[in-house]
């Protein structure tokens, strides 16, 4: 594997290519570090300190802008406007018959659906930013913080902020372009692996810290039991073979070959945790703007739903994953469309009709290989959430949840693009 990176760096256009992303992510961690225009540094890096306010209802989106979110940095919303806007399109698809046409048409249509991304990138971005710099004026946006996080509560103060968080979506949006077009990779997914694991050196630091050095030793050993059986899922797959008949076109044989059809056993990705999760936030942001209040129904809220610690709150979370799970595999994987592609081609399932029989039996070797991965991703999910009672660790438990998917996942993905650049050289690649 040395040998490969040594190979990587001495071929000129991929040594090119590496140096270009790492230093976007230079660029990318810079400004994620950069204060907003108006915001009290010391106030907010004072309440930062606090352990309360580790655990809070933007923790998911802190995540993901790793660390930069509570800061109030020029990149504090970091990719998740961006990831929103990409599944209510992905959703949007199959709802809205000009969506789905676009998608057929090739390449052009693609090129249409991601500007759609981006204007509604930049209206999430305008929304979220909109809310975080309410929240920091009034003092709710960190717990038990009763310092001032803005230098000032005027307008411009409020608009100036605004402005400059949307701006920083926008070029965050740039950056994930430029490393997609003259990187390695898709480059909004490196941008976000980027950020999570900025912030898994401090998880592990507070957990030796607070908990023992012994118990950081346990965690790391169960974090890399964790992180081989995730890779393991991550590469596990249904092959389903397909043969093609040879046809006659014009003078020409065609055809006559064997493929198969991956079916991956995580067929969703983190898109499902990322729903539930979102879900979930109501709740907590319901009681969040009534704590004075005495409504049995945000008590209940505050007592089974808020906290991540409850047995309900860990049920309802596993449930709605394997849910999402289910729907999100649903309408993303269309088993009529593959067969229909199939029997035009001349392709067919040894043993299987074309048509309706190989559309029947897509759908359910589709259903069975479902379960195994909503389950796999219900329990990867909990595993900070029960982490949370044994250890008394923070929601950011390095080891598990939407991190280790995202940083297996995507580090899986740009290893495999770095290899198939370097066996077009003839060297070996970093998988075997």
């Known amino acids: 594997m040395l040998s490969a990176f040594v190979n990587a ?6 040594r090119r290519k590496l140096l ?3 230093m976007i992510i230079v660029i990318f961690r810079a400004g994620s ?4 225009p108006g915001v009290n540094v010391a106030n907010v890096q004072e309440c930062l300190g606090d352990a309360a306010n580790n655990d809070g209802v933007y923790n998911l989106i802190n995540l993901f802008s790793g660390g930069a979110l509570l800061q109030l940095t020029v990149f504090a919303l970091g990719i998740m406007p961006y990831i929103t806007a990409s599944i209510i399109l992905q959703l949007l ?12 048409e090739g390449q052009a249509g693609q090129t249409k659906i991601t500007q759609y991304t981006r204007y509604l990138t930049l209206g999430l971005a305008l929304l979220q930013a909109t809310g975080i710099v309410a929240l920091a004026r009034s003092g709710n946006l960190l717990q038990n913080c009763p310092q001032d996080l803005l230098h000032s509560d005027n307008l411009s103060t409020f608009l100036t902020m605004v402005i400059t968080m949307t701006a920083g979506t926008a070029v965050i949006m740039w950056l994930g372009e430029l490393i997609t077009d003259r990187g390695v990779g ?3 997914s490196i941008l976000i692996f980027t950020q999570v694991v900025a912030t898994f050196p401090s998880g592990l630091w507070s957990v030796g810290r607070q908990q023992g050095w012994w118990v950081f030793g346990v965690v790391l050993a169960v974090g890399l039991v964790i992180v081989a059986a995730v890779i393991f899922i991550e590469q596990s797959q249904r092959r389903i073979p397909v043969q093609y008949a040879r046809r006659m076109v014009g003078r020409k044989m065609f055809g006559g070959s064997s493929t198969y059809i991956p079916l991956k056993v995580n067929q969703a990705g983190i898109i499902p945790v990322i729903f539930a999760s979102s879900l979930l936030y109501l709740p907590a942001m319901a009681v969040q703007f009534n704590q004075t209040s005495t409504n049995p129904v945000i008590d209940f809220l505050n007592s089974y739903l808020v906290g991540g610690d409850h047995p309900l709150y860990m049920a309802v979370y596993f449930g709605l994953i394997v849910f999402f799970t289910y729907f999100y595999v649903s309408i993303t994987f269309n088993p009529n469309e593959v067969a229909d592609n199939m029997k035009k081609y001349g392709g067919f399932i040894p043993g299987i009709r074309a048509g309706k029989p190989t559309e029947d039996y897509l759908s359910y070797v589709l259903s069975r290989i ?3 991965g909503a389950l796999y991703l219900g329990l990867i999910a909990l595993i900070p959430l029960i982490a949370l009672v044994l250890i008394d660790a923070n929601q950011n438990f390095p080891f598990g949840g939407t991190s280790i998917l995202i940083m297996v996942g995507v580090a899986l993905d740009t290893v495999k693009q770095i290899e198939s650049q370097l066996q077009q050289r003839n060297y070996e690649g970093f998988l075997r």
């Open 9 to 14: 760096f001495r071929t000129p256009d991929l």
């Open 20 to 22: 270009f992303v790492l």
């Open 33 to 36: 570090q950069i204060p907003a």
């Open 93 to 104: 698809v199959v709802v809205i018959p000009r969506l789905e046409a676009l998608k057929k």
């Open 186 to 188: 898709n480059g909004m």
């Open 370 to 372: 479902t379960l195994p």
